[in-house]
């Protein structure tokens, strides 16, 4: 069965740095765009990253641009992002997804907690 698991979450202070990774298993991960989305208490799930399925390009939220690098390893089935310069306005559940659009499919993780303070 699809399976996509976060792991690399936990606490961390401002200005620190995390590396959240994704492993893959039951699809072809390398014809997926992966992407990495959170969700801070009361409000909207947000696009973080997204990087296409060869891993050529890359786009980011503006709220994390400079800070946050996505890439993945198709030979892993991994998919990574490392946080640095960490806000506490980054603390959310952070998100993997995975997508193809021809014949459409879309899978997520179950979600790793951030949190970012003092």
């Known amino acids: 069965q699809v399976q996509l698991v976060e792991s690399g979450g936990g606490l961390v202070q401002p200005g620190g740095s995390l590396r959240l990774s994704c492993a893959a298993s039951?699809?072809?991960?390398?014809?997926?765009?992966m992407s990495w989305y959170r969700q801070a208490p009361g409000k909207e799930r947000e696009l973080v990253a997204t990087?296409?399925?060869?891993?050529?390009?890359?786009n980011y939220a503006d709220s994390v641009k400079g800070r946050f690098t996505i890439s993945r390893d198709n030979a892993k089935n991994t998919v990574y992002l490392q946080m640095n310069s960490l806000k506490p306005e980054d603390t959310a559940v952070y998100y993997c997804?995975?997508?193809?659009?021809?014949?459409?499919?879309?899978?997520w993780g179950q979600g790793t907690q951030v949190t970012v303070s003092s």
């Open positions: 039951g699809f072809t991960f390398r014809n997926y765009a």
């Open positions: 997804n995975a997508q193809v659009l021809v014949p459409f499919s879309d899978y």
């Open positions: 990087i296409t399925s060869d891993g050529g390009n890359t």
